[in-house]
């Protein structure tokens, strides 16, 4: 698994582990693939923003490999 504070780690249709902003208390990951790259910068220590196909949006906390 790679972290998801590198922009460059992440690309369009990765599947991944992302925090969304409700969750980010109890640090419950949902689980999708990148539709969009939100975050503009390189790094970002709490996580690249991505929104998912199905429309959620949070923190990648993890790439998933295959």
Same mark, same amino acid.
């Given at each position: 698994?790679? +972290?998801? %504070?590198?922009?460059?780690? *992440? %690309? *369009?249709? +990765?599947?991944? $582990? *992302?925090?969304?902003?409700? +969750?980010?208390?109890?640090? +419950?990951?949902?689980?999708?693939?990148?539709? %969009?790259?939100?975050?503009?910068?390189?790094?970002?220590?709490?996580? *690249? %923003?991505?929104?998912? $196909?199905?429309?959620?949006?949070?923190?990648?906390?993890?790439?998933? $490999? $295959?």
């Amino acid at each position: 698994m790679t +972290d998801g %504070k590198n922009r460059n780690n *992440i %690309k *369009i249709g +990765d599947e991944v $582990e *992302i925090v969304q902003k409700q +969750d980010q208390r109890s640090g +419950d990951l949902t689980n999708g693939f990148v539709k %969009k790259i939100l975050t503009k910068s390189s790094f970002h220590p709490h996580g *690249i %923003k991505v929104m998912l $196909e199905t429309g959620e949006v949070g923190r990648v906390k993890e790439v998933v $490999e $295959e």
